[in-house]
């Protein structure tokens, strides 16, 4: 297992595959294992990055009140860019699909796309306004992206 530092924490990591980046999310009180059976298949076509989120499975914690969907979030954008990624396809399950919801909304030009798994995302939700900190429009081509109305 290989990790990175992310935001003070140490982010295990797998990877398999090459080709287009490929990043997995896993839900809550989880980790990246359940997506090596279901993805193996993917390995053939992209290069598969499988972090463990910050808190879970085999990565650190940090103090509970520095949790945040956002900080995920820039967990993962380290990540990607530690392995020189560009912009992979975000996948995310439960958890790890509003951690690829917001990881698309804040790094718009380091996302070639992104899917959400098993969570439902409302738009009076305040993850269909996440925004970047650097693209005041992030949060509205978000909502394009999404079917929700700008």
Do not use: I, K
């Not at 797998?14 to 059976?37: C, I, S």
């Not at 945040?68 to 396809?89: N, Q, W």
């Not at 939700?125 to 992030?138: G, I, Y």
């Amino acid at each position: 297992m290989a990790t990175v530092t992310a935001n003070g924490t140490e982010l295990c990591y797998e990877t398999a595959g090459e080709g287009p980046p490929l990043v997995l999310l896993h839900g809550t009180m989880m980790d990246g294992r359940p997506w090596a059976e279901l993805a193996r298949p993917l390995a053939d076509a992209s290069r598969l990055v499988v972090p463990d989120l910050r808190g879970h499975g085999r990565t650190g914690g940090s103090e509970r009140d520095s949790y945040s969907v956002g900080l995920f979030a820039d967990d993962v954008h380290a990540l990607v860019t530690e392995l020189d990624l560009g912009a992979p396809v975000v996948v995310g399950h439960s958890l790890g699909g509003f951690v690829a919801l917001c990881y698309a909304a804040r790094y718009t030009d380091a996302c070639a796309g992104f899917v959400t798994l098993g969570q439902r995302c409302p738009n009076h939700s305040p993850w269909a306004n996440v925004s970047s900190p650097t693209d005041p429009h992030s949060s509205t081509r978000l909502r394009r992206c999404s079917g929700a109305s700008a």
